[in-house]
């Protein structure tokens, strides 16, 4: 059985695509996770180790994403910790990843992405664009391109929950991910 680790990641969504498509799929958080399942809480650093034949990485983008330019200059240290733990998942040793995050410093500072989807190429109506660095992976190929295209995500309301919406993983695009890289 194909092992996958699904790396800060603490919804569940993609984790649980690849299990409904036979994988024996972890997903790794130091948050608990909000579905039932098989679940890591803790470090993703102590599990990268442990024998895993592909990685989804869902690094934190507080400290990468564009969208929140206006507070580099304040954020110099955190920017240098989150870019090595990018680079440190890149690195891993598992033979097929993904890295996944909107746009950000990544692609100035490590390398460009491969690859920039939407959610609306996947049944989702919404726009959020969302980068892809790949190793040993093909681009995902759109699935259901909609209509109706809107911002939502970058509109929502602050709150105390905001930055987990943000970052919650379109089922559509779970589903392509799963669907299209389970043959590799």
Not at 27 to 42: K, M, Q, V, W
Not at 161 to 166: D, F, I, L, P, S
Request: proline letters at 5%.
């Amino acid at each position: 059985m194909k092992r996958i680790l699904i790396a800060c990641e603490y919804s569940g969504t993609v984790r649980d695509a690849f299990m409904k498509r036979g994988w024996d799929a972890w997903s790794c958080d130091i948050l608990a996770s909000e579905t039932a399942g098989n679940h890591i809480c803790g470090d993703v650093r102590e599990v990268l180790n442990d024998g895993w034949d592909l990685m989804i990485a869902h690094p934190p983008c507080t400290h990468l994403a564009v969208s929140g330019a206006r507070w580099f200059k304040y954020k110099q240290t955190e920017q240098v910790e989150a870019l090595d733990f990018v680079r440190l998942l890149l690195a891993a040793p598992i033979d097929r990843i993904a890295l996944e995050n909107p746009v950000s410093i990544i692609s100035s500072r490590i390398r460009r992405p491969d690859q920039v989807i939407q959610p609306w190429q996947f049944g989702h109506g919404e726009t959020k664009a969302t980068c892809l660095w790949l190793k040993n992976l093909p681009k995902i190929v759109p699935t259901n391109i909609v209509e109706g295209r809107e911002s939502r995500i970058h509109k929502m309301s602050p709150g105390p929950n905001r930055w987990k919406e943000r970052s919650r993983t379109f089922q559509g695009i779970a589903d392509a991910m799963a669907d299209q890289w389970s043959n590799f």
